[in-house]
C-alpha cells in the first residue's frame, strides 16, 4: 500500500473537551497529520474536523477508528483525497508598488483572488481553492512583497457516489 493524501472526518460534538480528547489521540499516536480544520457542521451542536494526513490507507482507517472512540464523537470516516472535494483558503498580506499595482490586481483577477483589505502601503488578499492552486498562486506572487500568509487547512467533503442506472433491455419481439 503506498502513502498518499488520505482525509479523516470526524464528526463530533461543538465541546473543547470533545475537540481536546480527539486531538489528544491523534496526538499520543503520532499520526503523520498535514493539516486539521475545524468549524461547524450542517447538525445543530456537531462539528466537523477535518484532518489531511500523509499515508497509507491502513493508518488512515487506524485513527478513525481510534477517533470513533472518543467521547463525544458521532462519526468518523477515512478516505483518499481523490475520492473528496478539498478547499483550502489563505489571506495573503502583500506589498505593491504603485508602478505595479495593476499588475498585482491582474493577478488576482486570473486567480480570482478578491482584496478584502487595502491601505496605503498593503492589501490583503483571500484566494481560495486546492492545495496545489494556493502553492501555485503564492508562487506567482513572489515577485512582489508578501508580508504575511494565513492559511486555513484544507476542509474536504467525500464526493457523492456515482448512482448505477441499471441497463434495461427490451427483448426483441420475435416473428
Known amino acids: 500500500m503506498t502513502a498518499g493524501p488520505h482525509t479523516v472526518s470526524v464528526l463530533l460534538e461543538e465541546e473543547l473537551a470533545t475537540f481536546t480528547r480527539a486531538v489528544g489521540v491523534l496526538r499520543r499516536r503520532n499520526f503523520p497529520i498535514k493539516s486539521i480544520a475545524v468549524g461547524p ?5 456537531l462539528a466537523r474536523l477535518t484532518i489531511m494526513m500523509q499515508t497509507d490507507p491502513t493508518t488512515a ?13 458521532h462519526q468518523a470516516a ?3 483525497l481523490r475520492e473528496g472535494v478539498a478547499r483550502e483558503l489563505a489571506l495573503i498580506k502583500v506589498r505593491a508598488d504603485q508602478e505595479r499595482y495593476a499588475e498585482l490586481l491582474d493577478l488576482a483577477l486570473l486567480y480570482k483572488a478578491t482584496i478584502v483589505d487595502e491601505s496605503a502601503d498593503a492589501a490583503i488578499l483571500e484566494v481560495s481553492g486546492s492545495e496545489a492552486f494556493i502553492g501555485s498562486f503564492l508562487r506567482a506572487i513572489e515577485s512582489f512583497k508578501v508580508v504575511e500568509v494565513a492559511r486555513s487547512g484544507a476542509v474536504v467533503l467525500e464526493r457523492a457516489p456515482v448512482a448505477v442506472t441499471p441497463l434495461t433491455h427490451t427483448p ?3 416473428p
Open 61 to 73: 482507517n487506524r485513527a478513525a477508528r481510534q477517533l470513533e472512540k472518543v467521547v463525544g464523537v
Open 41 to 45: 457542521s450542517a447538525s445543530p451542536g
Open 78 to 80: 477515512a478516505f483518499p
Open 172 to 174: 426483441e419481439a420475435v
